[in-house]
């Protein structure tokens, strides 16, 4: 699919049978909603009911990388991350700056849509088409900046979403951190993660670089505004 600002795929992965599939997203959608986040919500209408409950396997969380993701425009690298909160029982979007965004559009995808609840502690590994669930019970109980810095040195270069004790025991206002540097609200994406036994994502760097329409006329703006960031 030659989308341009777009990876245009979708991965669906199911923690409950261990499926995971790819999706191109579709050109309506990209048509008709704005961003990572527009796309989100899209999608968040077919998966996510509204009566479900925010710790059950049916709840769903759904990352989406920005647009301006892996383009030259600064400070605009955003991941958003969809899903039904448990600390006010609303479908809403947490949202951080990061490498994640862009690290996971290099692999391919611009959105993924995890469902269902792992047996056991687990996390998700992204590299390129190679996308798999990993053993994490030996990082269970271990704090997010520990489990954070382990998958890092692991998986270099790599951007990773990780929780701590308080998700795993799913306090309604844990938080998920992007690579220690941005959290994903209070809304409790933390305990959302936990109850799906799921530890952290990880994102490798992938080797599919992101294209745009206009490459020349991007570097332009992107260049106005990193002079104007400098005054």
């Not at 796309?39 to 396997?57: G, H, Q």
Request: overall charge positive; glycine content about 12%.
């Amino acid at each position: 699919m030659n989308l341009t600002g777009y990876a245009g795929y979708i991965l669906h992965i199911d923690l409950t049978t261990s499926k995971i599939l790819k999706e191109a997203i579709p050109e309506r959608y990209v048509e008709q909603f704005l961003g990572g986040a527009g796309i989100n919500y899209r999608i968040a209408a077919d998966v996510i009911r509204p009566e479900v409950d925010p710790l059950s396997p049916e709840n769903a969380i759904i990352l989406g990388a920005g647009a301006f993701a892996g383009t030259r425009v600064p400070c605009a690298s955003k991941l958003s991350v969809t899903t039904k909160f448990p600390v006010n029982g609303a479908i809403a979007a947490a949202r951080a700056g990061g490498r994640f965004p862009m690290m996971l559009k290099s692999s391919g995808y611009d959105h993924v849509v995890i469902t269902g609840a792992a047996i056991r502690p687990v996390y998700i590994k992204i590299c390129n088409d190679e996308v798999s669930l990993e053993d994490a019970r030996g990082l269970w109980r271990k704090d997010i900046f520990e489990t954070a810095s382990l998958l890092s040195r692991q998986y270099r270069p790599c951007s990773t979403i990780s929780i701590g004790p308080a998700g795993e025991n799913r306090v309604s206002i844990s938080l998920a951190y992007v690579d220690l540097n941005g959290h994903l609200g209070s809304g409790g994406l933390g305990a959302v993660m936990g109850s799906k036994n799921l530890k952290a994502i990880v994102a490798c760097r992938g080797n599919r670089p992101v294209t745009v329409a206009d490459a020349a006329g991007l570097r332009q703006l992107a260049g106005g505004i990193l002079d104007r960031m400098k005054r």
